[in-house]
């Protein structure tokens, strides 16, 4: 039950249409996820797999959200709205988490043991992106909508882009999950090509000045 109300909590602060926690508790599909979730995985881990998977499934057909019985999921995950997100039997949630529908947690092939990703704390996965193999989202890190990450994600940081590239966002303090900011993301392709453009300038300017003289 304190974790049920952390979670009711969590999404009361994130969602500004939650207008009580007994709407929330009573409406909200990606709650409803979670707390079928807690039940499969407490059986996944007793090795009752079929019962496990049977939950699972009825999850899935209630709510539209996919949670293999298998993963392991922190404390306060926010699922906002939530249909057609996945998340596969290794992947692995940390705590303060946000994500958005049509998110996949996913693998990248038939590989056996460890295959989906692990997100740190404070990680906010945006609408429809893919995070897919065996690496780690570090925390306070966000993925931009409709990214596909097939790399390590460093804490702190923004990846953007198919396949998405990183932006490390150094000495600055973020919550990402806690402002629930999808669209001001900076984009390091523009920033490289920006980049690329000042030097061709100054260096048109510089063979210009060589040219006069």
């Known amino acids: 039950m304190t974790r049920l109300g952390e979670t009711l909590r969590a999404y009361q602060a994130r969602d500004p249409a ?26 996944y881990c007793h090795r009752c797999f079929f019962l496990a998977r049977f939950i699972s499934q009825w999850s899935r057909f209630w709510t539209g959200i996919e949670i293999h019985p298998g993963a392991k999921i922190g404390r306060r995950l ?24 049509g998110v996949t947690l996913g693998g990248t092939g038939k590989d056996h043991g460890k295959r989906h990703p692990t997100l740190g704390n404070n990680v906010l996965v945006s609408t429809g992106a893919k ?6 989202v570090g925390d306070n890190s ?4 409709n990214a596909v990450v097939l790399s390590e994600i460093p804490p702190n940081a923004t990846a953007v882009g ?12 973020v919550d990402f999950a806690g402002q629930v900011d999808q669209i001001h993301v900076t984009d390091p392709v523009q920033k ?3 980049a690329l453009s000042s030097r061709l300038e100054w260096l048109e300017q510089l063979v210009e000045q060589k040219i006069q003289q």
């Not at 926010?78 to 529908?101: F, R």
């Not at 966000?142 to 909508?145: D, E, P, Q």
């Open 131 to 136: 995070v897919l193999g065996p690496f780690k």
């Open 18 to 43: 939650a207008r009580s926690r007994l709407e929330i508790f009573l409406l909200y599909p990606g709650v409803h996820a979670i707390i079928y979730h807690r039940i499969a995985h407490f059986l």
């Open 162 to 173: 198919v396949p998405a590239r990183t932006v490390r966002i150094a000495g600055e303090k």
């Open 192 to 194: 490289e090509l920006k």
């Open 78 to 101: 926010v699922i906002d709205h939530g249909m057609g997100i996945v998340i596969g039997e290794t992947a692995e949630i940390g705590d303060d988490c946000l994500l958005y529908h």
């Open 142 to 145: 966000r993925i931009a909508a």
